[in-house]
């Protein structure tokens, strides 16, 4: 008896201890989801389509940046969370504890990547552009000729047709995703222009207002100038005098043409040639940020008819009513420049 009674009392002491210890454990494991975790920097990690948060959990446990996965799978599985995690690229921030990062992963809160199409590329660049970018899922051909069908737009010719912008997206975003935003941008800045224009512009619709934006946007180097680049083309045109534009020259000769325009270029005709036809080329020549738009549905009134660049070497210009003023500024310009080439030839 008195041994049966020993046993007794040491098997309760002993059951004592564990139960302390489960305490004690299921104390600290509790605690542990409000600890900052192991990221001394950003971290990235990928949930793949139809992972369970146990992976997650192992993944990051074996990578050290969760201490205590355990008590974390058991929180997630008790609040239902885990259940319901969405795939995605996430990122761990210094001092971000396990429960935080179960909830960003919940809400899905994924890794932004960024995509910036520049004022006056081509679609070609954009295109270009998307498929050096790894974290765009690519589904076009280099060359396609169906892509404006495939943003349910068919039958019209795509330059032009994507805004100039920052676009933010997660990380295996189709690049038809993406371009189906540009454009839709494009039509929301392009249409409120449209609608907002200079009554007394000599512009048709809405498709001649980006064209004719596309030339400013490519003959601009100083923004300031837009608006007046944008009178002068549209006094041209008002007048019925031919363009004039190099950009549109240099469009027409293809994606192979580089360095500068020659006289012969200039005298040979085709449809983008604004110096052997009077008004404007079929298309957009370039992609037209909302500037350049914007300052071609509202212009500055201007009898400047010509136009050359400025001897300061900024992007601006000397802008001219007669071709007598044109010339005198041209020769001025060649002077400048040929006092650079002196100047730098005997450094």
């Known amino acids: 008896m008195k041994r049966r009674a020993r046993f007794l009392l040491a098997s309760s002491g002993l059951g004592l201890v564990l139960a302390g210890f489960a305490v004690r454990e299921g104390w600290q494991g509790w605690r542990s989801l409000d600890e900052p975790l192991e990221a001394a920097s950003p971290l990235r990690f990928k949930v793949p389509p139809g992972s369970r948060f146990s992976r997650v959990v192992t993944e990051l446990g074996e990578r050290g940046i969760v201490p205590h996965p355990r008590p974390w799978l058991l929180y997630a599985r008790w609040t239902g969370l885990g259940a319901a995690i969405k795939a995605g690229e996430y990122e761990v921030e210094p001092g971000m504890t396990p429960r935080q990062l179960l909830d960003k992963i919940v809400a899905g809160q994924v890794v932004l990547h960024s995509l910036t199409i520049v004022d006056g590329w081509r679609v070609r ?8 970018n790894p974290d765009i899922a690519a589904t076009l051909p280099d060359q396609p000729t169906d892509l404006m069908a495939r943003l349910g737009a068919p039958g019209q010719n795509p330059e032009g047709q994507f805004l100039p912008e920052t676009y933010r997206f997660a990380t295996g975003t189709r690049d038809v995703e993406l371009l189906r935003q ?54 041209r045109l008002a007048i ?26 200039l005298r040979t005709d085709g449809p983008y040639n604004t110096y052997t036809r009077v008004g404007l080329p079929p298309t957009p020549i370039a992609l037209t940020g909302a500037a350049a738009i914007v300052a071609t549905a509202h212009p500055e009134k201007t009898d400047a008819l010509y136009f050359v660049a400025s001897a300061n070497g900024d992007g601006s210009h000397v802008f001219s009513a007669t071709l007598a003023e044109h010339d005198a500024a041209v020769i001025r310009y060649l002077e400048r420049q040929r006092q650079k080439a002196v100047a730098e030839s005997v450094r």
């Open 240 to 265: 019925g005098m031919r363009l004039q534009a190099d950009p549109t020259v240099i469009y027409g000769l293809g994606p192979d043409h580089e360095g500068d325009l020659h006289s012969i270029d």
């Open 182 to 235: 540009a454009h839709a941008a494009l039509t929301r800045v392009l249409d409120a222009a449209w609608l907002d224009r200079d009554a007394t512009i000599p512009l048709k619709n809405a498709t001649e207002l980006l064209i004719m934006a596309s030339i400013v946007e490519k003959e601009s180097g100083v923004p300031d100038e837009l608006p007046k680049i944008a009178g002068l083309y549209l006094h």
């Open 125 to 132: 660049d954009l295109l270009a552009a998307m498929r050096r």
